[in-house]
């Protein structure tokens, strides 16, 4: 059986000298972490105070593991991806905004669409986040993770203990659902968005 | 077309480009959150050894006057521990001595009898410990 390649791990050295105390080394290792967490979290939650709190959490956790770390199963940003995503999740579910079999419920897309179909405001930005808020969490998750973040299926799996097979199939849906959600609007509005994000 | 197009990555890309900014991450929150998270949790752990020492005075004392305890229960009147007194023949009684036939045996017996002066009974053996 071969062995695993031992994964190179660029936070390691600041979460073992954290975990001895080394309070720069533990600052270093939380200035480096913490905005693609926040970012993560307030993608999800679309709230500031939310994703502060579930970031927070993340960190905490983080913290407790510190001394039991072992280096070479897993990368510490991964394993604190997943963490902030399940997180996330909990908070949505918390907040009963989305109950627990409609975290990847395509179906649940239809119906939300034709009660929140009016226009409010015509602003782009505000109706992008308004289609992203209308994805079930799993197909915002991984909408997140491809297209804010930059990773990429391998890393978008690690993050939500998932397959790259089922990330992929979870990125099609999720490609279906925002666009559902964008054409939902006035249709001469999705060519506003791309002639406004050509320029 | 561009309909149809819309979902492909490129366009998608384009179109997520739009939403809004994340906030301004709290970066200096976190980590004072954390560090302070570290120094609870270290005075937590500082004050266990604390106790884990008293702990073990505590039990070292103890341990030291059960044997104290042990060596002066142990010590007999004489100051050894465990020893039996040592038994020293000091007088026996020999009852088969012959009277003296001659004037030699005669001193013989008298220098018996000299020896025998200072001892009340000399028919008893007495044990004495050494002192």
Not at chain 1, 81 to 102: C, I, P
Request: hydrophobic share 45%; glycine share 4%.
């Amino acid at each position: 059986m071969q062995a695993k390649p031992l994964l190179f791990d660029p936070l390691l050295g600041h979460l073992r000298n954290a975990a001895n105390g080394d309070k720069k080394a533990a600052a270093a290792l939380v200035r480096a972490i913490s905005p693609k967490l926040f970012g993560i979290s307030y993608r999800l939650l679309q709230n500031q105070s939310d994703a502060e709190e579930v970031t927070q959490e993340a960190l905490l956790r983080l913290w407790k593991i510190a001394k039991e770390w072992r280096a070479g199963e897993a990368m510490i940003e991964t394993w604190a991806y997943r963490v902030v995503t399940n997180l996330s999740f909990d908070k949505l579910r918390s907040a009963k905004k989305f109950g627990a079999d409609q975290l990847e419920d395509d179906t649940f897309m239809d119906d939300k669409i034709s009660a929140e179909g009016e226009l409010i405001n015509r602003d782009i930005s505000n109706e992008i986040d308004r289609a992203l808020a209308q994805l079930p969490p799993r197909q915002r998750a991984v909408i997140v993770f491809t297209y804010f973040e930059a990773m990429g299926a391998k890393e978008t799996a690690a993050a939500m203990e998932t397959t790259i097979e089922a990330v992929e199939s979870l990125l099609s849906r999720a490609k279906k659902s925002l666009k559902q959600a964008l054409l939902n609007d006035e249709p001469e509005l999705l060519n506003e968005y791309i002639a406004v994000a050509a320029i | 077309m561009i309909r149809e197009n819309i979902m492909n990555k490129d366009n998608l890309s384009r179109i997520l480009s739009n939403a809004s900014n994340v906030p301004e991450c709290p970066t200096d929150k976190f980590v004072n959150a954390f560090i302070a998270q570290m120094e609870t949790d270290n005075v937590v752990s500082a004050n266990d050894n604390v106790k884990k020492h008293k702990l073990l005075w505590a039990g070292g004392l103890i341990a030291a006057g059960l044997v104290l305890a042990f060596g002066i229960a142990s010590t007999n009147q004489y100051g050894n521990l465990f020893a039996k007194p040592k038994v020293t023949m000091v007088a026996t009684q020999n009852d088969n001595v012959a009277a003296p036939t001659d004037v030699s045996n005669q001193n013989l017996a008298d220098d018996f009898a000299s020896q025998m002066i200072g001892y009340d009974d000399i028919s008893t053996i007495v044990p004495v410990d050494d002192l």
